[in-house]
T-cell receptor, first 113, second 114 residues
Framework: EAQVTQNPRYLITVTGKKLTVTCSQN?????MSWYRQDPGLGLRQIYY???????DKGDVPEGYKVSRKEKRNFPLILESPSPNQTSLYFC????????????FGPGTRLTVT | AQSVTQLGSHVSVSEGALVLLRCNYS??????LFWYVQYPNQGLQLLLK??????LVKGINGFEAEFKKSETSFHLTKPSAHMSDAAEYFC????????????FGIGTKLQVIP
C-alpha cells in the first residue's frame, strides 16, 4: 500500500530536549516536505526536499532541521524545542515539485512544555 | 511571493444545499492550484487540482472548481451537500520560486446541517 508514515503520532516533551520526528514514504517520490498546522494559520511549510541531499527552507524554518540521506526518509529535527513549536506536524511527498499531488502522513501532535 | 486567501474560516450549509468555498491566490507565475480535504484526526487528501488546460476541474465526491485567471480565483463547489462532506478544506498554490514551495490557505471548516 502506498503511504507516508510518521512516528511518533503523539509526543509530549520538555523545553530544550532534542527530538526527531521520522517520515518515510514507499512511493519512490522525489519531493518531500514538512508542514505545521496551527489553528487560524492553516498549513505552513517548514522545509522541503527536491531529492536526496537537496533541501531548502520553507516559510517557517526557524528552530527546525532536516536531512535527506535516503530517498524514502525525511526526518524533522528539533534540536532545542520551545513551547511555540507545539503544533500538529505533517510530512508529505509527491512525485516531484509543481503539478503533482502531495500524499500526506497521518500527522504528529507535538506538545512542548 | 505567492499567497492564498480563503474567505470564511467556517461555512455552514444545509444538507442538499450548494457548497461554495472561496479561494483567491496571488502568484507571479502561472500557478498550479489544489484543493485538499482533511477529515477529523486525519491527514490531507487531494480533492482536485488545476495544472493546465481546461479551467473547470472535476474532483472526487462530486466537487469541482473553476480556475479564473482574470479574478485570480479557484473556488470549490458542489451542487448538493452531504453530511459526509463535513470536513476542513484547504486551497493550495505552487508557482513561485520554481514551484518548489507550496502555500496553503488557512482552511475552511464546512459544517453540514441536517
Amino acid at each position: 500500500e502506498a503511504q507516508v508514515t510518521q512516528n511518533p503520532r503523539y509526543l509530549i516533551t520538555v523545553t530544550g530536549k532534542k527530538l526527531t520526528v521520522t517520515c518515510s514514504q514507499n512511493m519512490n517520490h522525489e519531493y518531500m516536505s514538512w508542514y505545521r498546522q496551527d489553528p487560524g494559520l492553516g498549513l505552513r511549510q517548514i522545509y522541503y526536499s527536491m531529492n536526496v541531499e537537496v533541501t531548502d527552507k520553507g516559510d517557517v524554518p526557524e528552530g527546525y532541521k532536516v536531512s535527506r540521506k535516503e530517498k524514502r526518509n525525511f526526518p524533522l529535527i528539533l534540536e532545542s524545542p520551545s513551547p511555540n513549536q507545539t503544533s500538529l506536524y505533517f510530512c508529505a511527498s509527491s512525485l516531484s515539485a509543481g503539478p503533482y499531488e502531495q500524499y500526506f502522513g497521518p500527522g504528529t501532535r507535538l506538545t512542548v512544555t | 511571493a505567492q499567497s492564498v486567501t480563503q474567505l470564511g474560516s467556517h461555512v455552514s450549509v444545509s444538507e442538499g444545499a450548494l457548497v461554495l468555498l472561496r479561494c483567491n491566490y496571488s502568484s507571479s507565475v502561472p500557478p498550479y492550484l489544489f484543493w485538499y480535504v482533511q477529515y477529523p484526526n486525519q491527514g490531507l487528501q487531494l480533492l482536485l487540482k488545476y495544472t493546465t488546460g481546461a479551467t473547470l476541474v472535476k474532483g472526487i465526491n462530486g466537487f469541482e472548481a473553476e480556475f479564473k485567471k482574470s479574478e485570480t480565483s479557484f473556488h470549490l463547489t458542489k451542487p448538493s451537500a452531504h453530511m459526509s462532506d463535513a470536513a476542513e478544506y484547504f486551497c493550495a498554490v505552487s508557482g513561485f520560486s520554481g514551484y518548489q514551495k507550496v502555500t496553503f490557505g488557512i482552511g475552511t471548516k464546512l459544517q453540514v446541517i441536517p
